[in-house]
């Protein structure tokens, strides 16, 4: 249960990252600002869909 709940993170956080770096293109500004925009969009301070907290962790201790 808990490899799905990592994998429906994982899929918020690219989702989130592409319409935040979308929404930023067509604005005209660096997709950059989009992509951390849509970090803050899923982030536990924001109310909505937020990840779990020891699932991102887990997903920044990989990429790094």
Do not use: K
């Not at 690219?14 to 770096?21: E, W």
């Amino acid at each position: 249960m808990e490899n799905t709940e990592l994998i429906l993170d994982l899929a918020l956080a690219v989702l989130a990252a592409f319409a935040g770096g979308t929404l930023a293109q067509r604005l005209g500004i660096p997709v950059l600002l989009g992509y951390l925009a849509g970090g803050i969009v899923i982030g536990p301070l924001t109310p909505g869909p937020t990840a779990n907290l020891h699932s991102v962790q887990l997903m920044a201790e990989i990429g790094v």
